[in-house]
């Protein structure tokens, strides 16, 4: 939100944004954890969410994508031990993808 404090716009997002999680694609997972943990503001329940549903879905995700979540779970200081597995399988399969940003913000 360019730096303006919205709270208010953060909790409606991350309550619908849950009800409607398995409604997102690999970006919107992706984009939605970045949000948050870029502007600091704390969703457990939404990143618990996410979390589960990344994890089970990984295979859909794009180097940058994947990146961009474990970027944003290490950021908010989130332990989502079954998702950072599974982007850590899943690198392995798709590491000639990764640039080299996406590389370090992978493994920070």
Do not use: C, H
């Amino acid at each position: 939100t360019a730096a303006v404090a919205a709270p208010l716009l953060f909790e409606a997002i991350a309550g619908e944004a849950l009800r409607r999680v398995r409604e997102f694609n690999s970006q919107g997972l992706a984009s939605t954890v970045w949000a948050f943990a870029t502007a600091a503001v704390a969703a457990p329940l939404l990143l618990e969410a996410i979390a589960g549903e990344a994890s089970g879905r990984i295979r859909e995700f794009n180097s940058q994508n994947m990146a961009n979540t474990a970027w944003a779970f290490a950021k908010a200081d989130v332990a989502a031990r079954t998702l950072f597995e599974a982007i850590a399988a899943e690198a392995l399969v798709k590491i000639r993808e990764f640039n080299s940003q996406g590389m370090v913000n992978t493994v920070w």
